[in-house]
Nanobody
């Protein structure tokens, strides 16, 4: 079992920045991937960014050049720095961990943190 606790969401104007953080606890030694997904109303949950245990990073095309994911293994945290935010980035953001390096929305989830970008 892995538990995830997110923080850092909020309301920001277009062009602004937010920083999301997620702390993992439990069987953290088994974690192979940490990342962020988001889900907007009426849409499917989609990958935002993820980072593997050996530092391989994958970003959604829609956030490349604007978002940066990083991981602090010693603190069991993953952070998403979001710059140049757009209204279409508005969604509920979920921290995710996987115990294997596989694509798709699998594994453990945080409770979600709301990000709202006003135009």
């Amino acid at each position: 079992q892995v538990q995830l606790v997110e923080s850092g969401g909020g309301l920001v104007q277009a062009g602004g920045s937010l920083r999301l953080s997620c702390v993992a606890s439990g069987k953290i030694f088994m974690i192979k991937v940490m990342g962020w997904y988001r889900q907007a109303p009426g849409k499917e949950r989609e990958l935002v960014a993820e980072i593997t245990y050996n530092g391989v990073i994958n970003y959604a095309d829609s956030v490349k050049g604007r978002f940066t994911i990083s991981r602090d293994t010693a603190k069991n945290t993953v952070t998403l720095q979001m710059n140049s935010l757009k209204p279409e980035d508005t969604a509920l953001y979920y921290c995710n961990t996987k115990l294997a390096v596989i694509p798709g929305p699998y594994g453990y989830w945080g409770q979600g943190t709301q990000v709202t970008v006003s135009s």
